[in-house]
């Protein structure tokens, strides 16, 4: 089994900074992709970011795109996400996952991002 924890949530003004952490443990595997989810109020989950393995293949979805950016530490299984000129709209639940083949399997119980106007 694999254990996630997301780290970093919280509150800030719009044109912010924050810095999502995930923390993946337990069962180690050779080859996988971190991602980086979010879920807004009243909204289904949407993708925001991935990262290889190996931390040198990485893809945002657009709305993200020049704002956030996704960086690896393989060597302690941790995964970030810099978040930049942050838009309330960008409030949301941050969830990490960890993908071992084409499907994410383990997720962590998300955190907190709130970005005031």
């Known amino acids: 089994q694999v254990q996630v924890v997301e780290s970093g949530g919280g509150l800030v003004q719009a044109g912010g900074s924050l810095k999502l952490s995930c923390a993946a443990s337990?069962?180690?595997?050779?080859?996988?992709?971190m991602a980086w989810f979010r879920q807004a109020p009243g909204k289904e989950r949407e993708f925001v970011a991935r990262?290889?393995?190996?931390?040198?293949?990485?893809y945002y979805a657009d709305s993200v795109k020049g704002r956030f950016t996704i960086s690896s530490d393989n060597a302690k299984n941790t995964v970030h996400l810099q978040m930049n000129s942050l838009k309330p709209e960008d409030t949301a639940v941050y969830f990490c996952?960890?993908?071992?083949?084409?499907?994410?399997?383990?997720w962590g119980q998300g955190t907190q991002v709130t970005v005031s106007s």
């Open positions: 990262i290889s393995w190996s931390g040198d293949n990485t």
């Open positions: 337990g069962r180690t595997f050779s080859k996988y992709t």
């Open positions: 996952a960890v993908a071992v083949g084409a499907m994410y399997n383990f």
